[in-house]
């Protein structure tokens, strides 16, 4: 890495290190009376702490954040706050109050759709630092409006006062007639006067403060009226996300068009989503594919991810895994993050390729490395399971850890279970708690599931357990499906329903979950919500054992025994109660023994 290069990355690193712990800090502040003088001094302790090549003073920090390309996103809210008090360089209240407006403009559109940002590549960490600068400005403009507007007004009332109170003493008034004004009426009222005339000034500078956002689609409306198809696509993305102009869907869906219709790929790209999600315009699945195709097929790197994606899905075209994993490898290999993923995804599963466990982890890292959390997530998994490298626990949990903090919440919910379960840390049910409570927060299926598991095991809050599996039922969560329905079958913070929990073992076990599977077979074997089946039975108990359910496998060993919807085979039931008996089923050896003993 040339010394140029290794300077960028310490300098972003210390940049986004900076921010997340200036937002930390605000959030712990209790002392808000001597907060300037307090933050200022951590300012400068937080500098100190870097070696000695790489510490920079106030105006080499200030520098850094106004440069940096994402400084409207990330920093704008920092920058307010060193212009406010003059931090590396002069004090500017003009300059302070329009970084902070910028956040105005941010507060309601932080999470970005992931599919629209140009920035791809780092789509989750760009989300999360712009979430963490919204609330850092919504601190300071608040502080900003109290202290250099509010205060100010009081220091100005009172001293006014003070001077209408020692005139008063000294001018010696001793009657008044109808021609005489009324001194304290003429103060009173010269005060009110003032106090509006500063509020007019106050609200006339306000008004009169434009924005950057407001400056820039002012530039990129009047280059995309001239049919410059770049800024007509972003003129569509301001209108999309309420950039320095109020939102509007309609707007962005015809700008959107503008563009793609001039040629610019991210504005083909964009208005294929638009035409997906409904955004501006009316669903249209084969419009979607349409314009998202022609994007790809110019070379556009998210577009063809998006592309593998609709062959994937069958979004505007039949399903098609051969075809995904064409395109997803052609966006792999032009660098985008979430289509190196994507092809790592399909290694992994076979999809379109065979598996190819070495070549799921290889994509992955690079996923990984470029900064998307999914990929992130993913290459904890391949730590913690040995898929395509050897296990490494500490790595898992390093992996997991960073997409957990770039807001991916499948990785939050799996930051937990480290925590939970001691794997590749040690193990701290507190932070355990808060990171699957964030991942069940955040609408992760699988994280709702293990909060439910939390209060069902830990607390023995069945109800609060039975609500949390709702919710991860319906969310899609095999896991979850089959806890709900095993809450059903027995009334654990519900009304005991039969129907119900047969309803919900078969969701689960059409969605694949092993234990699903199993507990769907003994429905069918003890008729519990459904009548007795014993051919369905044996069907979904091979399925469970073929998934490696432990139970799944006690229970075909025992249908083989005895010739439960199958004929006897002792062989394959000695068979399936040793992997029962190697999985920790206690009574397989039991059986074991009785077979051995009567047919050897």
Request: charged fraction near 25%.
């Amino acid at each position: 890495m040339s010394q140029s290069s290794k300077t960028f990355h310490n300098d972003e690193n210390f940049l986004k290190e900076f921010l997340k712990s200036f937002h930390q800090k605000i959030i712990n502040t209790k002392d808000f009376n001597n907060f300037e003088n307090n933050l200022i001094e951590w300012i400068k302790n937080f500098n100190n702490k870097n070696d000695d090549d790489d510490k920079k003073n106030f105006k080499n920090i200030l520098e850094l954040m106004k440069n940096h390309e994402q400084n409207k996103f990330w920093f704008s809210s920092i920058i307010g706050y060193f212009y406010q008090f003059g931090i590396g360089c002069d004090i500017d209240k003009n300059k302070a109050l329009e970084s902070y407006l910028l956040i105005i403009n941010y507060e309601k559109n932080y999470f970005m759709n992931l599919f629209l940002k140009e920035n791809d590549d780092d789509d989750d960490e760009f989300n999360k630092l712009k979430k963490l600068n919204i609330i850092i400005g919504k601190y300071l403009l608040s502080l900003f409006y109290y202290k250099d507007i509010i205060l100010n007004k009081r220091n100005l009332t009172n001293n006014l006062k003070r001077s209408i109170s020692l005139k008063r003493s000294s001018i010696p008034i001793r009657f008044k007639s109808q021609n005489q004004f009324d001194l304290n009426k003429s103060k009173d009222n010269m005060f009110k006067k003032t106090i509006e005339n500063d509020s007019k000034q106050k609200n006339s500078n306000k008004n009169e403060i434009e924005t950057e956002d407001q400056k820039e689609f002012k530039k990129f409306l009047k280059s995309a009226e001239k049919d410059v198809s770049e800024s007509q696509y972003k003129v569509g993305n301001c209108y999309y996300y309420g950039n320095g102009i109020i939102q509007d869907h309609n707007k962005a869906f015809e700008w959107y068009t503008k563009s793609a219709n001039n040629g610019y790929l991210l504005g083909q790209n964009n208005l294929g989503y638009c035409y997906e999600h409904g955004i501006g315009t009316v669903k249209d699945y084969n419009k979607a594919f349409e314009w998202i195709s022609k994007s790809a097929n110019n070379g556009c790197a998210i577009a063809q991810n998006n592309l593998g994606k609709c062959y994937y899905y069958g979004i505007g075209c039949t399903q098609d895994y051969n075809k995904a994993f064409e395109w997803y490898n052609k966006s792999a290999n032009n660098g985008n993050s979430k289509g190196q993923y994507s092809l790592g995804f399909c290694y992994r599963n076979g999809h379109g390729t065979i598996k190819d466990y070495k070549k799921t982890f290889k994509w992955y890292t690079k996923s990984a490395n470029n900064g998307y959390a999914e990929g992130q997530n993913g290459l904890g998994f391949c730590y913690e399971n040995g898929i395509g490298i050897t296990k490494n626990y500490k790595k898992a949990f390093k992996w997991y850890f960073k997409s957990a903090n770039n807001g991916y919440a499948l990785g939050q919910n799996n930051l937990g279970i480290c925590y939970k379960n001691g794997i590749g840390t040690d193990k701290n049910y507190k932070k355990a708690f808060e990171w699957i409570s964030k991942s069940a927060n955040n609408e992760c299926a699988e994280g709702q599931n293990s909060l439910g598991e939390w209060y069902y095991y830990g607390k023995k809050d069945y109800k609060k357990a039975f609500e949390w599996y709702l919710k991860s039922a319906i969310n899609e969560c095999a896991e979850g499906q089959n806890n709900l329905g095993f809450c059903y079958e027995n009334g654990f913070g519900i009304e005991k329903d039969d129907e119900k929990a047969f309803e919900w073992y078969f969701k689960s076990a059409n969605n694949g979950c092993a234990l699903g599977q199993f507990n769907l077979g003994t429905c069918y074997y003890h008729e519990i919500g459904t009548t007795q089946d014993y051919k369905k039975a044996f069907e979904w108990v091979s399925k469970s054992a073929d998934n490696e359910c432990a139970k799944g496998q006690y229970c075909l060993g025992y249908c083989y025994h005895y010739g439960v919807g199958t004929r006897i085979n002792i062989e394959k039931a000695i068979n399936w109660y040793r992997k029962a008996s190697d999985n920790g089923i206690k009574d397989a050896d039991v059986e074991i023994q009785i077979l051995l003993e009567n047919f050897w």
